[in-house]
Nanobody, 120 residues
C-alpha cells in the first residue's frame, strides 16, 4: 500500500503564491509518473501539471508561466509552485502517482486532496 499526503494549501489573495507538496510513502520501488489534478465544485477533475520519472513536464494551458511542477525522487516528493494565483485557480488539488511496488506491480494512487482558495 502507498500513501500520498499533500500539504501547503490554504487561502491566499489574488496575485499571491502557494507551494503544494505531496509525500509518497509505503511499498514503493519506483514512482513513474506524478501529477497534480484539481477539481472545482461542479467541475470535472482536470490535470494541472504532470511530470514523468525522467522529468518530462506538461501543464494545463491556463497555468503555463504561473505554475511550476517539480519532484525530488530521493524523497518521493512532488511539488507545485503556484504564483500569480487567480480566483479561478480555486479548487481542491489532488496529488497523483503511478507507482511500481517491490513485487513489480504497478498501481495508481491519489492523495486525499487539499483546498486552495484564491480571493479576489
Amino acid at each position: 500500500q502507498v500513501q500520498l499526503v499533500e500539504s501547503g494549501g490554504g487561502l491566499v489573495q489574488a496575485g499571491g503564491s502557494l507551494r503544494l507538496s505531496c509525500v509518497a510513502s509505503g511499498n514503493i520501488w519506483k514512482i513513474v509518473d506524478m501529477g497534480w489534478y484539481r477539481q472545482a465544485p461542479g467541475q470535472q477533475r482536470e490535470l494541472v501539471a504532470g511530470i514523468t520519472s525522467v522529468g518530462s513536464i506538461n501543464y494545463l494551458d491556463s497555468v503555463k508561466g504561473r505554475f511550476t511542477i517539480s519532484r525530488d525522487n530521493a524523497k518521493n516528493t512532488l511539488y507545485l509552485q503556484m504564483n500569480s494565483l487567480k480566483p479561478e485557480d480555486t479548487a481542491a488539488y489532488y496529488c497523483h502517482a503511478d507507482v511500481i511496488n517491490w513485487a513489480g506491480k504497478e498501481y495508481v494512487y491519489w492523495g486525499q486532496g487539499i483546498q486552495v482558495t484564491v480571493s479576489s
